[in-house]
């Protein structure tokens, strides 16, 4: 089978980790099914979008684009999968409608230089509806190559791809209404999209690499501080500033851990990192908090494998792909009802609460402090390879993609 993936977002050279499990998945399909061919298009998502707001920056960024700008290249991730380039700048959608054609028009040479390797593209699998997934549809009605799109936005949808109505633009909705089939990466998000009208989404969840993301295997013995772990962009949409408030409240439900026994460790970069940081000096938590900053994957399964509890109080996740993280390292988390989290976590790994609820919140990381012996590692990693594994997911690809090449409705049990 010859797949050709469109992702609407792309890691970079200046955002290493955008669409970063865009390009995981396509390699581990690659991994499991080494007879496929996979071919990832690119044309510098990101890294050439041009913020039409900031003239001197757009300018500076086209002239890059200009000077170290190549035709095409190719690139091999494993040996049956391949990442393709050709170039072309994207902006605002309100000016010229973003150059979406130039972009068709650079995934369409990437698609004839991957036909040209692999032999006839079997079919296009897009990530998110826009641009990705417009794009396969353009594609699919000139060379008539069937397609699939995962939908991956959160919230769903964008505000840009709404009408004032609340109704969805063409440039969503049509490429959802003409997929041979649609993926949501959760139950919510299937129900969201649904209720625009639309025929409900398979669910697949996002997919972690059981290899990587592993327990660690030992206990630490010499460890005297009970640690709360959290790992998301410094943006609000991640509720820092309510795991904030929910601490103070925390600390003062439990006084006698105030000495040196309990620790929060807190992951990510953006651009209120320095605002949340202020936050907690105000609420007076500083000393129990550990900026990290931006991390690697390497850190990212560390401090997973090291933490007793991953905690994060999210605004909204399709899907949450931290918890999922998280449990294949055997620990329990805390997290938000904000549509993802709900398909991860069950009674066996964790505690839900409630969006924006700093008091429910601190309750459940009392809870955990006390009672987190309670939680079975094992039964925690066991439950992840059910249903999170590279074997698990890439599995049910396989039986989209075949029975939308024979023509069958693709099914998923939730």
């Known amino acids: ?4 993936i469109i992702p609407s977002w792309y890691p970079s050279s200046n955002s290493p980790i955008a669409g970063i499990f865009f390009k995981e998945q396509a390699t581990y399909i690659g991994q499991l099914r080494p007879e496929w061919n996979i071919a990832i298009s690119t044309w510098g998502q990101g890294q050439y979008a041009l ?3 900031k003239p001197l920056e757009a300018f500076t960024l086209a002239a890059k684009y200009w000077r170290n700008r190549e035709k095409h290249h190719q690139v091999s991730l494993e040996g049956n999968v391949h990442e393709y380039y050709y170039g072309a700048l994207g902006w605002t959608l309100k000016i010229f409608s973003g150059n979406i054609k130039g972009i068709i028009r650079a995934n369409e040479i990437n698609l004839a230089l991957a036909g040209k390797h692999f032999g006839n593209i079997d079919i296009i699998h897009a990530h998110v509806s826009y641009p990705a997934g417009w794009i396969a549809m353009k594609l699919s009605e000139k060379y008539k190559i069937p397609y699939v799109i995962t939908e991956h936005m959160s919230p769903f949808p964008f ?3 709404l009408y004032p109505n609340g109704d969805l633009k063409k440039i969503v909705r049509q490429p959802l209404q003409n997929a041979d089939a649609v993926i949501a990466v ?3 998000l299937a129900d969201c999209i649904q209720s625009f009208n639309l025929d409900r989404p398979i669910y697949i969840p996002n997919v972690v690499n059981e290899q990587f993301f592993i327990p660690s295997g030992r206990t630490d013995k010499h460890k005297n501080k009970y640690t709360f772990f959290t790992l998301g962009g410094m943006t609000p949409q991640k509720g820092i500033p309510d795991l904030v408030a929910a601490i103070r409240l925390f600390l003062d439900k439990l006084p006698q851990i105030k000495g040196d026994k309990v620790e929060f460790v807190i992951g990510g970069s953006g651009e209120e990192a320095e605002k949340y940081q202020l936050l907690a000096e105000q609420a007076g938590v500083s000393r129990w908090i550990r900026w990290l900053g931006g991390i690697s ?3 990212v399964v560390y401090h997973m494998q090291h ?7 999210s605004y909204h996740e399709t899907f949450g792909v931290v918890f ?3 449990i294949a390292c055997g620990k329990p988390v805390i997290a938000t009802r904000c549509g993802g989290p709900e398909c991860i976590v069950n009674r066996n790994n964790g505690i839900l609460v409630d969006v924006a609820n700093p008091i429910e919140l601190a309750e459940a990381l009392k809870k955990m402090y006390l009672t987190s012996q309670e939680y079975n590692s094992n039964i925690i990693r066991e439950d992840f390879l059910k249903r999170f594994s590279r074997h698990a997911v890439v599995d049910q690809l396989e039986n989209v993609y075949s029975n939308v090449l024979n023509g069958r409705t693709a099914l998923c049990v939730e």
């Open 159 to 161: 505000k840009q791809f």
């Open 324 to 326: 999922a993280e998280a």
């Open 297 to 299: 994957r390497d850190e």
């Open 51 to 53: 913020p039409i707001r």
């Open 307 to 313: 933490c007793d509890c991953f905690v994060l109080a």
């Open 1 to 4: 089978m010859n797949i050709f």
């Open 186 to 188: 959760s139950p919510s």
